[in-house]
Structures are given as structure tokens and as C-alpha cells.
């Protein structure tokens, strides 16, 4: 992690969007794209009545399309944006005391330098692995965690932030 990108994390509290991750983390998003582009071949099918589409009462096929479509963007941006996004952790502790805490966690360090730690979290029923990014401000803790290999995750860096909570404040006592 170079000074750049951890300035740019300080400042705005996520990763920057890179163009690599459109392949990398954004391609779930071709899911909806298909969807809503059956939908619009079946909306100008029915406008244009050439019937390329021959079903009778097509309508709530197209209905569910559109909203399945809309809604599965509308979610997958709101996670892919909620996985670059660094949380504050409620605990306060001091470089020695993250780097404890990610140890007891059984988590590998990747990478640390004085104000961040990088984690690997391994392969599990429930994910793939994660990347946990770990930046510390001032006292301040900001956690990060993505999936290394899934394209999102269901909330599954809310599950490793409280962990690595209870971790440090079992250190602390």
C-alpha cells in the first residue's frame, strides 16, 4: 500500500474506483444489464408487433424483467459500493494491539506498515476469502474487508468488523 492510496483512503474513506475492477469485482452487474435488455427486446417486440416473441399475455413477463432487473442493479451497486467503503471501529487501540488482534483472529498478514495492516482471511463454508485492510489515524481505526475471489458479498465484511471488534476489546481487558 503505497502513500497515495492511503492518503486517498484517509481523505474519502474508501478505496479509489479503479478500472480493473469493473473485471475483477463489477462483472455481477452483467446479471441485471441482461435483464433489463430482455426486457427492452420485449417492450420494442411489442411495440414494433413483429413478434419475434410469440407468447400471448407477455406483460408480466416483462413487468418481472424490468423489476427484477432494476432491483438486482440497484442491490448489486449498494454492495459493490458498501465493499470499498472503510467502517470506524468502536474500539480505540494502538498498532501492537491491531496486529495482536488480527493474530488471534487466525488471520495472515499480507502486508503492514506503521499505519495499516493488510489481512487475508481464509477460505471459508461461507466465503471465498476476504482481504481485510486495517488503517489506523490518529487512534482511529478504519476497517476494510472485499472478497478476494467473489464478485460481493452479503454483508459478510459487518461479520468480520465485529469479530475483529471482539478480538480487540478482549485484548484490551
Known amino acids: 500500500m503505497n502513500k ?17 475492477d469493473i473485471w475483477n469485482r463489477y462483472f455481477i452487474l452483467l446479471l441485471p444489464f441482461y435483464l433489463v435488455l430482455m426486457a427492452l427486446l420485449f417492450t420494442l417486440d411489442k411495440i414494433s408487433k413483429s413478434n419475434v416473441f410469440p407468447q400471448e399475455n ?13 432491483l438486482s442493479a ?16 468502536t474500539e480505540k487501540a494502538s498498532g501492537e494491539q491491531v496486529l495482536a488482534a488480527i493474530k488471534e483472529l487466525g488471520w495472515k498478514v499480507v502486508s503492514k506498515g506503521s499505519t495499516f495492516f ?12 476476504d482481504a481485510v485492510t486495517i488503517v489506523i489515524i490518529n487512534d482511529e ?18 461479520v468480520l468488523r465485529k ?3 471482539s478480538a480487540l476489546a478482549m485484548l484490551a481487558r
Open 163 to 165: 469479530r475483529f471488534e
Open 118 to 129: 493488510v489481512a487475508q482471511v481464509e477460505i471459508s463454508w461461507t466465503s471465498w476469502g
Open 74 to 89: 440497484v442491490y448489486f451497486l449498494r454492495r459493490l459500493t458498501a465493499e470499498r467503503k472503510f467502517y470506524p471501529v
Open 58 to 70: 407477455t406483460q408480466w413477463l416483462l413487468t418481472g424483467f424490468w423489476a427484477t432487473g432494476i
Open 4 to 20: 497515495q492510496l492511503l492518503a486517498y483512503i484517509r481523505k474519502e474513506g474508501k478505496f479509489p474506483f479503479k478500472w480493473s
Open 141 to 158: 481505526i478504519l476497517f476494510n474487508a472485499r472478497p478476494l475471489a467473489q464478485p460481493f458479498t452479503f454483508n459478510r465484511e459487518k
